[in-house]
């Protein structure tokens, strides 16, 4: 399962890559290539899409990619994958500025990089909120499959996890106020998804009392939910044979336990992917991302 879900992920990064190398959204400008943050020497990048007519609010997008991204210096941005405009252009048109990041990546990064990246781009992105024209205090994420755990992640970690610098910018809380998270791994203990990136063997997670199953529950959002977490919307595939929908059902039914408001809309034949293949009477889902933007993020 492990070694199907990368595949099959990196080949549709391939090529939402090649269709859509520098996404288009109908935005009024764009920042190309902000540096949100430096890892020895590496630079985190992300696009700002600004919308004609914006309403003050900011929504950090982080497409889907396996977690991973080729060792060669030639690999693709993340952010110029074609999951961007799918999932993105919607909000933009709605007046939502649109964070697009790049993160540390497999095989060369493994959890916890990835999750402290985009924790990142949330504190600059909150540090600078002035410069951005946005609230500071109601930050939507927006992500589907590997980046769809990434802003659940988001949503339901703290946000003042310690860092090992005290810079202004760290002081910041990367807590986001509003998820929508499509197929989305949620539950990293079950086994057969995201070994690769948490860097465990599967079988030896089922097991409570090893490392392996403790580095696992730490890194999936299921295990992190609080009663002040944020809304959630999740969207997933029925047929989904890379992340099983009942990694969605069993957030949903934790999220809701806990008092927070959640949606979980099940895409009829849909299986893995943003543009849902083999999906039957799909719903405008860009209009259910704004709608709930516009319910559960603004003031």
Request: with cysteine; net charge negative.
């Amino acid at each position: 399962m492990t070694i199907k879900f990368v595949f099959a992920l990196l080949l549709a990064g391939l090529l939402a890559i090649k269709v859509n190398a520098q996404p288009d959204l109908n935005a009024s400008k764009v920042d190309r290539n902000v540096v949100f943050g430096m890892y020895s020497g590496l630079a985190l990048l992300m696009d700002v899409y600004y919308p004609e007519n914006p309403n003050g609010y900011g929504v950090i997008h982080i497409s889907g990619s396996g977690w991973t991204k080729p060792l060669s210096y030639d690999a693709g941005l993340l952010n110029h994958q074609g999951h961007v405009k799918i999932e993105g252009e919607a909000l933009v048109a709605a007046g939502y500025t649109l964070f697009s990041v790049n993160h540390r990546a497999v095989p060369r990064f493994t959890y916890p990089a990835a999750v402290e990246d985009v924790q990142r781009a949330v504190r600059f992105i909150r540090f600078h909120a002035e410069d951005y024209g946005i609230d500071p205090d109601r930050i939507g994420a927006v992500g589907g499959s590997s980046g769809g755990h990434l802003v659940s992640m988001l949503g339901v970690l703290e946000g003042d996890e310690v860092l090992d610098d005290d810079t202004p910018i760290n002081k910041v809380s990367a807590k986001v106020q509003c998820v929508i998270a499509r197929a989305a791994p949620t539950d990293f203990t079950s086994g057969g998804v995201g070994e690769h990136f948490i860097n465990v063997r599967g079988r030896d997670i089922s097991d409570p009392r090893t490392k392996e199953y403790k580095i696992a529950n730490e890194a999936s959002p299921i295990s992190h939910i609080s009663s002040d977490d944020p809304p959630f919307l999740l969207v997933h595939g029925e047929k989904d044979d890379i992340v099983p929908i009942e990694l969605s059902e069993k957030m949903a039914e934790k999220l809701k336990s806990a008092n927070i408001p959640v949606k979980l809309i099940r895409v009829a034949g849909a299986g893995h992917g943003p543009g849902y293949p083999g999906a039957t009477n799909l719903p405008d889902l860009q209009s259910e991302y704004v709608n709930w933007l516009d319910t559960h993020l603004k003031k």
